[in-house]
């Protein structure tokens, strides 16, 4: 690869890298600042406004977890991981839970890589630092919800929940279909 790509846990240390770079690429997606997986499903429209405020918030009291993948000390690219109690919200919830399985651990959520660093492995490294922080933190079940693109022309801009190939690749298993291309995808992780 070449750069001197780091992963770090986001935390109060690291916000600043964070914020910075979601401010630098427009809030990300319209200004959700990675928190719609927070909200609660039944919980009133608006719950979390003002974003960067509520994802600060969550942060610093250790309700918001990611893996930032940085270049030297700026953020270029992060994964969202969390209990599922943390990330109640996930794509395609009621399609979910229609059809109960065990429940994991640990979600992965969605990953998010700055503009001019695409097609370089962050979303890899991102994934790679967050089964490192599971592992670390007691480990158990991970569940994700990746999108298969195999065949199908899409923008790397909007994977926000990876690729199926990439989870496979780190050991994720098919469980079953979610919606039309995302699949949900469970892997152990040894604490």
């Known amino acids: ?75 270029v690219g992060w994964c969202q991981f969390g209990p599922p109690e943390e990330l109640r919200n996930i794509k395609l919830r009621k399609q979910y839970e229609s059809e109960p399985g065990p429940r994991p651990d640990w979600r992965i959520t969605c990953f998010y ?31 994700a919800y990746p999108e298969d693109v195999e065949g199908r022309k899409t923008s790397s801009s909007f994977l926000h929940s990876g690729t199926l190939a990439m989870f496979e690749r780190h050991g994720f298993e098919r469980v079953r279909r979610l919606g039309k291309n995302n699949w949900v995808t469970r892997l152990t992780v040894s604490g």
């Open 1 to 75: 690869m070449g750069e001197a790509f780091v992963v770090r846990a986001l935390n109060e240390g690291t916000w600043p890298a964070f914020a910075r770079l979601v401010e630098r690429d427009g809030g990300i997606w319209g200004g959700c600042w990675c928190i719609s997986y927070h909200l609660d499903p039944s919980g009133q429209k608006g719950q979390c406004k003002p974003y960067r405020e509520t994802k600060e918030r969550l942060v610093l009291e250790g309700r918001a977890q990611a893996a930032l993948v940085c270049e030297g000390e700026e953020a």
């Open 113 to 143: 890589v700055g503009k001019g660093y695409r097609k370089r492995g962050v979303a890899r490294l991102a994934l790679a630092g967050a089964l490192a922080e599971i592992a670390r933190l007691g480990g158990g079940l991970v569940e």
